[in-house]
């Protein structure tokens, strides 16, 4: 099967000269938590996602009328091809622990996003068990914990001990 069967088209982006609130009204106007954010040539040159944004506002305290997309946007995203197979996204979600992929045409524009709950629909109405077995592996790559309380920072962890009292 192909990315481009299961992909969500058009992509919904953002340029890289807009500020975070206008990545977060886009979210919140198409019901996504990630979008592809775009360079002058309409190329993708990153993707911000809810959590970047909450991050950014959190740790600078500023509003987000007054932070540049390009201060919080991942900038070497990863991305796939509407021909390239379900199997090599899910091998890219897997290894590098991302649960959204921007879909990409030969220039580099974004034209879709192809996510987990998109494979997690199609493994539902699929007969093969295989489809299933790589579809649970996905799903368990990209939510193993990338810290854990061990290796979190000692002030994170106090934090957290603290509010869970």
């Not at 220039?107 to 699929?126: E, K, Q, T, Y």
């Not at 295989?130 to 979190?152: G, H, K, N, S």
Request: proline letters at 6%; charged letters at 25%; a negative charge.
């Amino acid at each position: 099967m192909k990315i481009k069967e299961l992909m969500n088209h058009p992509a919904v982006t953002c340029p890289a000269g807009n500020t975070m609130e206008n990545a977060a009204r886009l979210m919140w106007e198409f019901d996504c938590g990630i979008i592809p954010v775009v360079n002058d040539d309409g190329r993708l040159a990153g993707v911000i996602t809810d959590r970047d944004i909450c991050m950014a506002a959190y740790t600078q305290g500023r509003p987000l009328r007054t932070l540049p997309i390009a201060a919080g946007m991942s900038k070497a995203p990863i991305a796939v091809h509407a021909n390239d197979s379900i199997e090599s996204a899910e091998t890219l979600m897997r290894d590098n622990q991302v649960r959204r992929l921007p879909v990409v045409d030969d220039h580099g524009r974004p034209v879709g996003m192809l996510s987990i709950n998109d494979l997690a629909r199609a493994a539902a109405h699929s007969k093969r068990s295989d489809e299933e077995r790589l579809l649970v592996e996905t799903l368990a790559a990209t939510c193993e914990p990338r810290r854990t309380w061990e290796t979190a920072p000692a002030s994170a962890a106090s934090i957290a001990v603290t509010h869970r009292a």
